[in-house]
Antibody
Framework: DVQVLESGGDLVQPGGSLRLSCAASGFTFSSYAMSWVRQAPGKGLEWVSSISAIGASTYYVDSVKGRFTISRDNSKNTLYLQMNSLRVEDTAFYYC????????????????WGQGTLVTVSS | DIQMTQSPSSVSASVGGRVTITCRASQGIGTWLAWYQHKPGKAPKLLIYAASSLQGGVPSRFSGSGSGTYFTLTISSLQPEDFATYYCQQANSFPRTFGQGTKVEIK
């Protein structure tokens, strides 16, 4: 079975840093783009960042550009999100998600998600 | 950025009833659209990709249609497990964007 499991969420002060991890299993990790999506308390889903299968290309929502860095280690089947200069508005559940593909084509969707890890930014 | 607008923001329906949710894109996205179901405390679940293709394992009472800027998700016969929040997502370009969500509640 495909599984992705996030970890690393914590309570951190504004301006602080945190690194999230996402351990993947049950699929060929190095063949799929991966993403982070977040949900702030009482709000909807917000895409945060994506990385291509081999890590050559990365993409970010404007609100985290220059502060967050997505990366992956295909030898460890693990996705990361380095979060620096954290703000109160970054408080959210952070989900790791695998790119959706079917029949040899990929559809730029998120077909397997983890349960999420909670990041709380507060003084 | 492409803005995604869902309506309604919430809907009440009975078990066995039919629900249709609409999603409008601020510019044409072809059929690069997905629908998700999200329940509190759970991982979001992909229902529909490419506007109308049913994800494996998803019941056939879920269907999607549309192209360009107008899309719909229909649940033909609501079951108790379908009460949740539903989101559309455009997959045409970065930044990927979601609609604001539609909460389907029990009538």
């Amino acid at each position: 079975d495909v599984q992705v499991l996030e970890s690393g969420g914590d309570l951190v002060q504004p301006g602080g840093s945190l690194r999230l991890s996402c351990a993947a299993s049950g699929f060929t990790f190095s063949s799929y783009a991966m993403s982070w999506v977040r949900q702030a308390p009482g709000k909807g889903l917000e895409w945060v960042s994506s990385i291509s299968a081999i890590g050559a290309s990365t993409y970010y929502v404007d609100s985290v550009k220059g502060r967050f860095t997505i990366s992956r280690d295909n030898s460890k089947n693990t996705l990361y999100l380095q979060m620096n200069s954290l703000r109160v508005e970054d408080t959210a559940f952070y989900y790791c998600a695998k790119e959706g593909c079917s029949g040899g084509s990929c559809y730029k969707t998120f077909d397997n998600w983890g349960q999420g890890t909670l990041v709380t930014v507060s003084s | 950025d492409i803005q995604m607008t869902q309506s309604p923001s919430s809907v009440s329906a009975s078990v066995g009833g039919r629900v249709t949710i609409t999603c409008r894109a601020s510019q044409g996205i072809g059929t690069w659209l997905a629908w998700y179901q999200h329940k509190p405390g759970k991982a979001p679940k992909l229902l529909i990709y490419a506007a109308s293709s049913l994800q494996g394992g998803v019941p056939s009472r879920f269907s999607g249609s549309g192209s360009g800027t107008y899309f719909t998700l229909t649940i033909s016969s609501l079951q108790p497990e379908d009460f949740a929040t539903y989101y559309c997502q455009q997959a045409n370009s970065f930044p990927r964007t979601f609609g604001q969500g539609t909460k389907v509640e029990i009538k």
